[in-house]
T-cell receptor, first 114, second 112 residues
Framework: AQSVTQPDIHITVSEGASLELRCNYSYGATPYLFWYVQSPGQGLQLLLK??????LVQGIKGFEAEFKRSQSSFNLRKPSVHWSDAAEYFC????????????FGKGTRLSVIA | EAGVTQFPSHSVIEKGQTVTLRCDPI?????LYWYRRVMGKEIKFLLHFVKESKQDESGMPNNRFLAERTGGTYSTLKVQPAELEDSGVYFC??????????FGPGTRLTVL
């Protein structure tokens, strides 16, 4: 069965510190992987996606993610966190360039402290 | 370019009543999806339209939920009659080939 695991429910980091949010997936075919962010009162915004090619993908807002097939992981990183990055982050997996239903992880809530 | 829009943003109804949620996808997007997040749980798929046809409705919880997409443009999701466990945030998303799914802001439904 398809599944996504985000092992960290809540993470707190200091502003300016680096960030890594973990995501592991289980998928029977070639996965298409996504990270979304939901800021308070907002909808889900697509941060980045991986379909094929270079396993390190760049997204918006300075985020990047690395696909590691051997570890079934797609961790999200940012070198220096800003207070505005406080939000909930969701990892998702799908097929066929995303034109199929996505399976989401439970989300990781990020808090940023001064 | 306008994003995915959803109406209403919030809805509070009593158990047994009917509620209709609306989603307007990004213009030109053939694929339209409905998802739901119940409090404390993950976002779960409900159904997928390709133009006006239901491609996959495997996630619909029961026959109290009815989704339509007349003319392949906007979509509605009706819950009739609503139950307490239907409370949650209902998201709509749309996509075209290769770009990933773009989500709307969601409708928060509270059933009392």
């Amino acid at each position: 069965a398809q599944s996504v695991t985000q092992p960290d429910i809540h993470i707190t980091v200091s502003e300016g510190a680096s960030l890594e949010l973990r995501c592991n997936y289980s998928y029977g075919a070639t996965p298409y992987l996504f990270w979304y962010v939901q800021s308070p009162g907002q909808g889900l915004q697509l941060l980045l996606k991986y379909f094929s090619g270079d396993t390190l993908v760049q997204g918006i807002k300075g985020f990047e993610a690395e696909f590691k097939r051997s570890q079934s992981s797609f961790n999200l990183r940012k070198p220096s966190v800003h207070w505005s990055d406080a939000a909930e982050y969701f990892c998702a997996v799908g097929a066929y360039s995303g034109n199929t239903p996505l399976v989401f992880g439970k989300g990781t809530r990020l808090s940023v402290i001064a | 370019e306008a994003g995915v829009t959803q109406f209403p943003s919030h809805s509070v109804i009593e158990k047994g009543q009917t509620v209709t949620l609306r989603c307007d996808p990004i213009s030109g997007h053939d694929n339209l999806y409905w998802y739901r997040r119940v409090m404390g749980k993950e976002i779960k798929f409900l159904l997928h339209f390709v133009k006006e046809s239901k491609q996959d409705e495997s996630g619909m919880p029961n026959n109290r939920f009815l989704a339509e997409r007349t003319g392949g443009t906007y979509s509605t999701l009706k819950v009739q009659p609503a139950e307490l466990e239907d409370s949650g945030v209902y998201f709509c998303a749309s996509s075209q080939q290769g770009a990933g799914q773009f989500f709307g802001p969601g409708t928060r439904l509270t059933v009392l």
